[in-house]
């Protein structure tokens, strides 16, 4: 690249070495042009922000302005959209899709290459331009050259006129533009051949020298000046730019001065140079610093995907989701952390996209074998689902409700089936198990209702007893009695929280007894009596032997209960005897004693009243054995 040293090699009016210096500044001045448009960090934009941000640059700048602008711009968007069909086809594959089906354009892929070829299409018209002015910049030069060579050669101009046209040729020649880049050099080495020959002239003649080189000399004190406001200039960027184009001016416009004047302001404008120069050195640093340690970041979170890739290879689906987080995140901090230095830009991208091509593989992998499984389970699902359908109308209430819930407890250890049959198969399993409850529900409330009503019939039995008055008659009051604990008893059931009631009930009926003064003794007869008057009556074959059954099992609890209480006596060896806790146990133990005398006196009446009921029956064939 040219520096403004080197256009400054030959500040002091001879003929330069390289005829073209002024050509290529106005190439470089161009092309650093483009930088006073300042450049984003275009690879933290997501792509909606990236196609605004293309939209707004090509409408309010020229085309030739924005080469790396869209190349920059460009490069993101590319790395955007194959993340993004990366994403959306993890997603399809954990949605049970095969991989090699998978199709997917971002929708704003065609909308981001409509612009960028709208951008290029300007950019193709800038360079036929380009071409067209460049070819007509060509005649202007030729035509400025002739004009010059005139004027050392035919001069018909007093001095005053020659130096006004001459410095109008300088003008001309410096507004020219640029020419075709193969006859540059040719034209630009033609151009300072005259000049220098013009130059020739003038040294010999003093007062048109002596003009011209006033004249340079405050151009070059305004060039100085102008120099001096761009070492404060904020945009280090832009004093580089208009520097350029003050090297070309001092050049083309500025040279030659008197000699004591020369290297003064020649010294002064070098060292204003060097000054912002050393601006841009510094903010190249900081750049250079920004970016290494921008690489050193990518670096380490690339790090950190190969090590949650290898560290996932034994992953169960919870553990995969959270390593699908993690990965994420750390991709949307590598996509939102600066540039890195050129040489390591595409090292560091391809890093980062084997890192995440390795991740989502073995992801892959995992999932393709989960669909497997997951098939196997949807299998077992259906079948529960069938297990509840069939049910779901049942009547068999104790049964199903069993099967239902354990069918329930079935369904949660059944592990995950295919995404897009999920919803589906769990709302039809609850629908058959909701449409078996709620019908049980119903049934409920209705045996509750009738439960209630029992309490109800109880409740009034209660009542009947408290307010009943003896009539004098034992065996009148006691068939009475007798009458109303059948009626309680055919009474069904009452609510769980009620039960208690059976012991009101007889409690009241013990009250009434005692008001007879009956005994035990006379109260079992009686009892026993009526279920004997009944058994005679034929309505109830098997009422004897159910009342047997009955008693000897009461016998036989009484026994166990006997047993445990003198196994708790035998703990209370050492115990004073006139303790109240072993006299209750004592007289427990005494009350239970009784009443399984008691009941085994009553069981040898059922026996002795089975026993005379069968001789009864049996026939009687004296008679058909005489001779």
Known sequence: MITDMDNLQNADGKSPNNTNESYKSEAIQEEQNQNVIPLKDYEKFDLEILLNEARILLKNHPAQELKEHFSLIREAAKNKMALDAAEKREQFVNEGGDEIHFRYDSPLKKEFYVIYEDYKKQLSFFYKETERTEKENLEKRLEII??????YQDPQENNQNLFRIFRDLKTRWHNAGRVPAAQANNVYRNYFFHLDNFYKYLDMNKELRELDMSHNLEVRQSIIKRAEELVSEENVQKALNELQYLHRLWKEEAVPVAEEFREVTWNQFKELTNKIHNRKAELNELLKKEQEDNLAKKRAIVQSINEITQNSRDNKHGDWQKAIRKVNDLREEFLKTGRVPKPHNNEIWDKFKQSTRNFNHLKNTFYKNLKSNQEDNLQQKIALIEIAKEHAESTDWNKSVKVIKQIQEDWKKVGHVPRKHSDRVWKEFKKYCNQFFDRYKKRNEAENEKLEQNLSEKKQLIETVKNYTTAGDKEKDLTWIFELEKSFNSIGKVPMKNINIANQFREEIDKKVKELAIS????????????FNKAKTGKNAHLIDNEIIHTKKEIDDLDKEIIQL???ISFFSGTDQNSPL?????????????KRNDLNQKLRKLYQYNSEENNE????????NQV
Not at 520 to 531: C, G, K, P
Not at 582 to 594: D, F, G
Not at 617 to 624: A, F, G, I, L, Q
Request: glycine letters at 0%.
């Open 146 to 151: 002739e004009e010059l060579k005139a004027l």
């Open 520 to 531: 035990d003794e006379e109260m079992q007869d009686f009892r026993l009596q009526a279920i």
């Open 566 to 568: 003198d196994n708790n």
């Open 582 to 594: 072993l006299k209750n146990v004592y007289k427990e133990l005494e009350e239970k004693k009784n």
């Open 617 to 624: 029956k049996e026939p009687d064939n004296s008679e058909d």
